[in-house]
Nanobody
Framework: VQLVESGGGSVQAGGSLELSCVASGGTFNEHAMGWFRQASGKEREFVAA????????YYADSVKGRFVISRHNADNSVFLRMSTLKLEDTAVYYC?????????????????WGQGAQVTISS
């Protein structure tokens, strides 16, 4: 499975941004999909995940109520809609495909990773 993110960029605090991730190869709807992020000088952390069907989602406490993960299996796509962005949301965001169809917060449960998309929030 190959994953390609898009939609990153720069936005002011309080603004919104949507990331997209398109998968190719493999069977997309067999995999849970997750978003992780890594800020400069910090470890990569879990952001959000969705089950193979999209019916079950998990969020990190830091983004709950502000970010929404969704997927469209017909297009092999997963999205991360980010709202009310904060300075601390600045990071490289990675899309990942899970080893199973169940969403996990542990990055070791993900087999495939995208190249990352930079998101920069300014004041």
């Amino acid at each position: 499975v190959q994953l390609v993110e898009s939609g990153g960029g720069s936005v002011q605090a309080g603004g919104s941004l949507e990331l997209s991730c398109v998968a190719s190869g493999g069977t997309f709807n067999e995999h849970a999909m997750g978003w992780f992020r890594q800020a400069s000088g910090k470890e990569r952390e879990f952001v959000a995940a969705t089950s193979w069907s999209g019916l079950t989602t998990y969020y990190a406490d830091s983004v709950k109520g502000r970010f929404v993960i969704s997927r469209h299996n017909a297009d092999n796509s997963v999205f991360l809609r980010m709202s009310t962005l904060k300075l601390e949301d600045t990071a490289v965001y990675y899309c990942a495909a899970g080893k199973t169809g169940w969403p996990e917060q542990d990055e070791s449960e993900y087999s495939y990773w995208g190249q990352g998309a930079q998101v920069t929030i300014s004041s």
